[in-house]
Each structure stands twice: as structure tokens, then as C-alpha cells.
């Protein structure tokens, strides 16, 4: 079996137990001769995945891979063949998000040298997040009172607890993953655990406070290779590089940007900080636009 009929095969197998598991919690009674199809489906599948996943293990061995490495490989492997790279981004980026609430609790930041600065840029945002989670725990309250049923009850309340969680995994990995100016005077901009781009100082041309308030989303690249990273829709610094950077999209796609427009607190601070192994003096005179990029 190719890894692409072992992917057809798992995404096949879920709905089915889904479907099983709903009836079931539904109170529905299902056939024996339905249930025992089902579950022979589901060995058959797993059968044929254990087979693929031990060849792959026993080629690796033969290889002259020890057994630890091997099985890291094999089960690598599987999931880049059965899980599209967009879940698996997700997947990561939430890890990431729930793990930046620990660092928050204990008042730590990620990757942030020493001798480095720390760009803030929850400003605009935090007031929406709080209002969000507090919105949350309304409906959540109102949900409990309304709804009748045990089961609907609980799985709804897990269901709101887990997003109340994850507002605030959002909110905390923004706080604990600042921008981060080098003391070599590179760059590296964030959002949260969504976004991450390292710009060498040897490529930065020049940095300049500028407000502009951008339509769209967070990310936006324009056809010109400008990169906006709005934070609640505006930008506070805008910085020239001699030519292009490369950038990953939260969901993988790749792109490339020749200026770099984002958001910071204390603007006029991280271009002091962007400009000061530079000989040219920094502009920290704030300049308004709108919307509309030029």
C-alpha cells in the first residue's frame, strides 16, 4: 500500500467511527452485522498501516539506523504521509500557543537574548482579547443554563473551556514572543506562535516610524513585496531591506517581501535601536497614512 491509498484509508476510517460514536451517544441502536463490518474495516486498516509501518522500521534498521532513530523516522514519516501539512501546522502552532501560557505565568520570554530588545506590540489588541474571553465566559454561563440535556451540557462546556484556553494561549503567546531587535541590529518580527521572520542586519536598509493603518488581514503581502503585520489593523514601523526575504504563512505557503511594515508599542524605540550601528541618523517622527497602500 502506497502512502497515499494508507492517508485514503485513515481519512476513510474516521467518519465511520464518528458516525458509530454519534449513534451510539445518541442512544440509537446499530445492527450487529453493521458494528462487526465496521470493525473489521478498522483492523483491516490498522492491520495494512502495521505492516507499511514495520517495513519502513525494518529499511531503516537495515540501513544501519539504531532502534530509538529508526522508530523516530518511521513515525515522522507516517505523519507527514496521513496528516496534510496544513493540520499539522495547526497542530503546531497551538502546542506552541498553549506552552507560551507556562513562560507567561512565569514571567519569561521566548528567545529573546540577552543584550537584545524586547519590541511589545499587544497594545492594540489587548482590550479586544480580554473583551473576547469575557464575552466566552457569558456564553459559556448562558449555555449551562439554557441547554437541558447532560451529555449536550458537558460536551459543550469542554468544548467552551478549551476555546476560553485557547483566547488566552493567543493573547500569552503574543506577550511572551515580542520582536526581537539584536544587539547586531537584526531583526525578527512575530505574531504570537503564528508568524515568525528573521531579517539579518546586513539586509536592512533602513527603518522609519510611520503609522498606517492597512485593510485586510494580519498578513498581507501587496505585489509589490511589501509585508504588512497589522496588530490591530495598524503599523507603526516601516523598514527598507536591500533585497528580498524569504517568509513562511502560518499554513505553510511561502513568500517573498523587500519591506517589512509591523506594529510596535514603542516605535520610535525599536528604530533608535534598528539604526544605532548604522551612520545615518534614525527618523523617529511619526508619519500618518491611511488604509490604502500607495
Not at 51 to 57: A, D, E
Not at 100 to 107: A, D, I, K, T
Not at 159 to 180: K, Q
Not at 193 to 201: G, R, S, T, Y
Request: proline share 6%; with cysteine.
Amino acid at each position: 500500500m502506497s502512502p497515499r491509498a494508507a492517508r485514503a484509508a485513515v481519512w476513510a476510517m474516521l467518519p465511520t467511527e464518528i458516525a458509530l460514536l454519534v449513534c451510539g451517544t445518541a442512544g440509537l441502536r446499530i445492527p450487529g452485522a453493521v458494528l462487526v463490518g465496521a470493525e473489521a474495516l478498522v483492523s483491516t486498516v490498522l492491520a495494512l498501516e502495521a505492516v507499511i509501518l514495520w517495513r519502513l522500521y525494518a529499511a531503516r534498521r537495515r540501513a544501519g539506523a539504531g532502534r530509538w532513530n529508526a522508530a523516530q523516522d518511521v513515525v515522522r514519516d507516517a505523519l507527514r504521509a496521513l496528516v496534510p501539512v496544513v493540520a499539522r501546522r495547526l497542530a503546531a502552532h497551538e502546542i506552541r500557543a498553549l506552552c507560551s501560557l507556562g513562560l507567561w505565568v512565569l514571567r519569561r520570554r521566548h528567545q529573546v537574548p540577552e543584550g537584545a530588545l524586547a519590541v511589545a506590540y499587544t497594545g492594540p489588541q489587548t482590550a479586544m482579547m480580554y473583551g473576547l474571553l469575557f464575552v466566552s465566559v457569558i456564553e459559556t454561563a448562558l449555555l449551562a443554563i439554557v441547554i437541558p440535556w447532560p451529555l449536550v451540557h458537558a460536551i459543550l462546556l469542554i468544548v467552551d473551556g478549551y476555546g476560553l484556553v485557547l483566547v488566552l494561549a493567543l493573547h500569552a503567546s503574543c506577550v511572551v514572543r515580542p520582536h526581537v531587535v539584536g544587539s547586531d541590529g537584526s531583526l525578527r518580527i512575530r505574531y504570537g506562535a503564528l508568524f515568525e521572520l528573521w531579517v539579518p542586519a546586513a539586509v536592512i536598509a533602513g527603518a522609519r516610524v510611520e503609522r498606517r493603518y492597512p485593510d485586510g488581514p494580519l498578513l498581507r503581502l501587496h505585489t509589490d513585496g511589501v509585508l504588512d503585520l497589522a496588530v490591530g489593523s495598524q503599523t507603526t514601523v516601516t523598514v527598507e531591506l536591500s533585497e528580498p526575504v524569504e517568509f513562511v504563512r502560518p499554513l505553510g505557503a511561502k513568500g517573498f517581501a523587500r519591506t517589512l511594515r509591523f506594529h510596535a508599542d514603542h516605535p520610535c524605540e525599536t528604530v533608535t535601536a534598528l539604526t544605532r550601528l548604522r551612520t545615518d541618523p534614525p527618523s523617529c517622527v511619526a508619519r500618518g497614512h491611511g488604509g490604502a497602500h500607495p
